[in-house]
């Protein structure tokens, strides 16, 4: 692993105004993402894990430029792409792709497979015209389609066929960095374990930097080198898969990780979950202080009043709670 | 458990067969499909998506939509045939003996009622209670899978709930009239990993409470590990492989169900290294090979495997352990 | 071990279909589409050949044989000039579907240009764009035609007039093609804005598919984009209206020339036809029978066939 950072992230904020209410009378905030900073090293799989509508695809989105920041920096190579226009963004968009979680609807239904894997190849101008034709066929080759897949549709295609086009053409963009946003979830279990190979495949080969968007924590601890765990659009934890695994000091990644079931019977009767109690809140509202203190079980007062800080607790180890905090100044360390 | 005979299965389903109208007419979607549930035993049926599990269901209460068609075998529900009975039967049987959750609470809910009314709909309709003590059982039955502030939330429409509580609502409604079977559908697909295990904890606790029989249709083999006793695995229309939970886990005998089972990620696993992965993928319907419907994935396909079928066989030595392969078969009787 | 032989069906591997292709094939089903379409190209090709095929000349009048009713010779009769009916319907049809051709392809031209700009870019464009499509709704139709009609048709000949007299050049003879002009820009004029809106609500769902985010992830410029992802995407049910519409325009055409607004006697279009035939239907109802029958026939073919592309375009639950 590289540890040269790829991407630097600070103090990200997006946030959506919307309208409520039948004739969209009131005016209101998403919190979809709050403040939040962390690096992604050259060459790595960064995980980004939490419940539906925390913010892990917006974290996606906003840093490839997808979505207009609405405060703070993401650092590529010496530039803040976020405050770049469509226009200055351009050679950026080459080498920084991403990937969706359903490939039926990121394909435009009216062109084959060739048209769509060919088209940023002669965008980008990385072949010629004449050259065009074996480029698609090393293309869908890499992705394990043959040939002859480049004269169908998208509709002709299984899931798992399509989810390798839209690979395929990500990949055609020669990138150096890739969003795999859901990039597995919508697929078979069967076909899941194919692409998660692909994907490994694919970054040996090519030297490739993932951020794999994902809530199945089986396939993630897999195919991570760090993970981070988002609650409510903020990050809560990021460490190696490791150290997360083994050692989580966040309470909301700890009611994750048991959340999570194993496929073992035996192990999974006598099994003691500890189960979360209630909902996520809404991020029209998000709660005051630490957002997750309206679930957590070992909430104090300070909880719901402060932000918890974003720090490095140990090494390499990033968490935001306050009894994390108070834990570590109160021994003098976590062990580790 | 292990030890069944006829007069103790309360669903029996025998060589189920389910056909679609297509351009090339008829073609095959769920072939042959043998199932039972024992009376107070929890089934679970896996598979991968668009190999028949829902239709299989919804042909059980004669919901198939149009254009899909049940074109052979027999289904009984206590003793009785679910195919042949009267409608008016047949309505007592849905909604009331057997309770049904589906997939996706919001398309399943009636979005302009009150999540009191859809409750009390099969109260009134099935036990004959009148509108206060349908509401007042609504209330208790919101409280018995763990809704907060129950009472208040039976005049609220189902958009103002959060997912996880309106898939509350659908098992409350399925469990309305104390049925003597609850069908879920992947109850717990569109929820979080949190919210899932709050749910499946609910349905075992429930279980355990009213003693009654679960079919639980999933795709996920792990989630299941832990709440049921007997596995039916599907593939491409068919129930390939049928057996006791740990025996599934511990010794699975289809190659198909290996390779499902060997396709999860394990704890133990290097970072990064190859997950052992099915190539290819399912036929689509319509398009299944000759033969055994796995034989183009399968590994240790032979040449008989592309011309006969297997059939879905308990063998001696492998007691309630059924396996629907050749190879599998022959292994199983050397043992 | 027991071993059954093959039980299902064995379905051969079908060819890669496009969406076309299978659309056509779904239309080929619905039977009220196929009629419509049948009668459709029955009438585009008597529009095409029919003048040459026609047993009488539409123009000739034999006095002899007036007002006669539905014969072998005049099989639906002859008019008070004594001009054949049949042979009137016939070239009819290819005053009707030059009229609707050219009024629809101008009206999806302004339509679809002012919504798919309005769709995409949004903001004052949008808002400019869906003021002029709503100040031009609530007009009513009928009365801008008239006007525009009564107010620039004598000028316009009266011009052309002048302008023969001075140059003596036999273009400006030929008045026909004023009526026709004033016709079809008029008609164009109130017939756009329900393409410019349907195009925009395209547009507005089409932008926010998320192929489009995918394509925009791909570094493609909005004119790339605009032109291979969106308006592609939005073709389907324009096809559709368009279907529609040309039926629309017939009808919109014979509703004109029945209020003297239209294509002027004595080129033959069925609105002039049903209106001269209204006169004196009491005595000779099948002057009215013929041309109402066949606009009849053919706005209810074209709506058959828009009804079944739609539903050809729009598979429920595609694959
Ligand atoms: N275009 C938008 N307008 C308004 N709110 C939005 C928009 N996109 C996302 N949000 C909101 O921002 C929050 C984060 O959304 P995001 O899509 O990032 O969640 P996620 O973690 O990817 O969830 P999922 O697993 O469901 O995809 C959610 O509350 C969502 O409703
Ligand atoms: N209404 C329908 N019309 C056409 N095909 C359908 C319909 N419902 C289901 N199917 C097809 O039937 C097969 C089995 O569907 P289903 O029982 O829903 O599978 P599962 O629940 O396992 O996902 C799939 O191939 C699916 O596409
Ligand atoms: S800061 Fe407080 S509420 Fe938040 S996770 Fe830590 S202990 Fe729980
Ligand atoms: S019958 Fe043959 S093809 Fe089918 S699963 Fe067994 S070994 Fe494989
Ligand atoms: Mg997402
Ligand atoms: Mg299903």
Redo the contacts with the bound molecule.
């Keep these: 692993m590289g540890a040269q950072p790829l991407m630097r992230i600070e103090n990200l904020v997006k946030h959506f105004h919307v309208r409520l209410g039948a004739f969209g009378e009131r005016a209101a905030t998403v919190h979809a993402l709050d403040d939040i900073t962390f690096d992604i090293l050259d060459g790595e799989t960064l995980s980004l894990v939490g419940e539906s509508g925390c913010g892990k695809s917006t974290t996606g989105f906003t840093l490839l430029n997808l979505h207009k920041a609405t405060h703070g920096k993401v650092i590529y190579q010496g530039k803040n792409i976020v405050e770049l226009d469509e226009k200055a963004m351009r050679p950026y968009r080459r080498q920084l792709q991403i990937v969706f979680q359903d490939p039926y609807s990121t394909l435009n239904p009216r062109m084959t497979i060739g048209e769509a894997v060919g088209e940023p190849i002669l965008f980008h101008k990385l072949a010629t015209k004449a050259e065009l034709k074996d480029g698609i066929a090393t293309l869908l080759a890499d992705v394990g389609l043959p040939p002859r897949f480049a004269s169908r549709y998208p509709h002709e295609l299984s899931g798992g066929q399509r989810q390798r086009v839209a690979i395929a053409r990500a990949l055609a963009c020669q990138p150096k960095f890739i969003v795999c946003d859901e990039a597995i979830s919508a697929l078979d279990v069967s076909v899941q374990a194919q692409i998660i190979n692909l994907l490994l495949d694919l970054q040996q080969k090519y030297g490739l930097t993932y951020l794999f968007i994902a809530h199945d924590l089986a396939v993630v601890r897999h195919i991570s080198d760090r993970v981070g765990v988002m609650y409510l659009g903020r990050l809560a934890e990021l460490t190696s898969r490791e150290e997360l695994f083994d050692n989580p000091l966040?309470?909301?990644t700890k009611a994750l990780l048991s959340a999570v079931p194993e496929a073992d019977p035996a192990h999974e009767r006598s099994r003691k979950r500890q189960v979360l109690q209630g909902d996520v809140p809404s991020p029209l509202s998000p709660p005051s202080g630490?957002r997750?203190?309206t679930r957590?079980p070992?909430?104090?007062d300070v909880?719901s009043k402060v932000v918890?800080e974003w720090r490095e607790a140990l090494p390499g180890h990033h968490v935001a709670?306050?009894?994390?905090t108070e834990g570590i100044s109160g021994t003098g360390g976590l062990p580790g | 458990m292990t030890k069944t005979n006829t007069s103790e299965r309360l669903l029996d389903v025998k060589g189920l067969t389910i056909e679609i109208e297509t351009r090339n007419g008829p073609a095959t979607i769920v072939d042959g499909i043998d199932l039972h549930v024992n009376k107070g035993e929890t089934l679970g049926v896996v598979g991968e998506s668009g190999c028949g599990k829902s239709l299989t269901m919804l042909s059980l209460m004669r919901l198939l939509p149009n254009k899909i068609r049940v074109t052979k075998g027999t289904a009984h529900f206590a003793g009785r045939d679910l195919q042949t009975m009267s409608n008016s039967e047949l309505r007592k049987v849905r909604g009331g003996e057997v309770g049904f959750v589906f997939q996706d609470p919001m398309t399943s809910l009636n979005p302009v009622m009150r999540i009191g009314q859809q409750l009390a709909e099969p109260l009134i309709y099935h036990r004959g209670m009148n509108k206060a003590q349908a509401r007042k059982r609504a209330g208790e039955l919101l409280k018995l899978v763990g809704i907060p502030g129950a009472e208040d939330r039976l005049d609220a429409y189902p958009h103002e709930l959060s997912g996880g509580m309106r898939q509350r609502v659908m098992i409350a409604i399925g469990l309305a009239c104390n049925p003597q079977l609850l069908i879920a559908d992947e109850p717990t697909t569109a929820l979080d990993v949190t919210i899932q295990a709050q749910i499946v904890d609910l349905v075992k606790e429930l279980r355990d409470r009213l003693g009654m029989s679960i079919v639980w249709i999933t795709h996920d083999l792990a989630l299941i590990a832990g709440l049921v006793d007997r596995v039916a695995v599907l593939y491409a229309g068919t129930v390939v492989e049928d057996a006791p939970v740990d025996d599934l886990f511990a010794r699975p005998a289809h190659p198909y169900t290996q390779g499902l089972l060997a396709s999860i990620p394990k704890l133990s696993d290097e970072r990064a290294s190859r997950l052992s992965s099915i190539g290819g993928t399912p036929p689509e319907p319509g398009r299944r090979p000759k033969g055994c419907p796995f034989a183009p994935r399968c590994p240790l396909a032979e040449a008989i495997c592309h011309d006969k079928v297997p059939v879905l066989e308990s063998l001696v030595s492998a007691g309630a352990h059924r396996v629907a392969c050749f190879v599998a078969q022959r292994k199983l009787e050397a043992a | 071990m027991t071993v059954v032989p093959m039980a299902t069906t064995d379905i051969k591997e079908e060819p890669p279909v496009s969406l076309w292709r299978d659309a056509w094939f779904r239309l080929r089903r619905n039977r009220l589409a196929v009629f419509g379409l049948g009668v459709v190209v029955l009438l585009a090709f008597t529009a095409l050949f029919g003048p040459y095929l026609t047993p009488f000349d539409f123009l000739s009048q034999n006095l002899d044989a007036r007002n006669m009713p539905p014969s072998l010779t005049h099989l639906f009769g002859t008019d008070d000039l004594g001009r054949d009916v049949f042979s009137r319907v016939i070239f009819g049809t290819r005053t009707a579907f030059l009229v609707a051709i050219v009024v629809t392809a101008i009206a999806v031209v302004i339509g679809v240009t002012l919504g798919a700009l309005a769709g995409f870019f949004g903001g004052w464009l949008d808002r400019v764009v869906m003021w002029l499509t709503d100040m031009t709704m609530s007009i009513p139709n009928l009365l801008l035609v008239v006007v525009i009609n009564a107010s620039l048709k004598s000028p316009i000949s009266s011009w052309m007039e002048s302008r023969y007299l001075a140059t003596l050049n036999p273009f400006y003879r030929e008045t026909i093609w004023v009526d026709f002009l004033l016709v079809f820009g008029s008609m164009a004029l109130i017939s756009w804005p329900p393409y410019a809106r349907l195009v925009r609500a395209q547009v507005l769902s089409i932008r926010s598919r998320p192929y489009i985010t995918a394509a925009q992830a791909l570094g493609l410029t909005n004119r790339i984009i605009l032109m291979r992802y969106v308006v592609p995407n939005a073709l389907g049910p324009l096809i559709v209206a368009v279907s529609a519409g040309l039926g629309t325009a017939m009808v919109l055409e014979s509703a004109f020339s029945f209020l003297g607004v239209g294509v002027n006697p004595p080129t033959p279009s069925w609105g002039n036809m049903i209106s001269d035939g209204l006169r004196v239907w009491q005595h000779y109802p099948h002057l009215l029978a013929a041309p109402a029958a066949v606009l009849g026939l053919a706005s209810v073919a074209f709506s058959f066939l828009g009804d079944g592309l739609n539903d050809a375009l729009n598979p429920r639950g595609a694959k």
């Design positions: 966040h309470p909301y630490c997750f203190h957590c070992v909430a104090m909880c918890p709670c306050h009894a994390v």
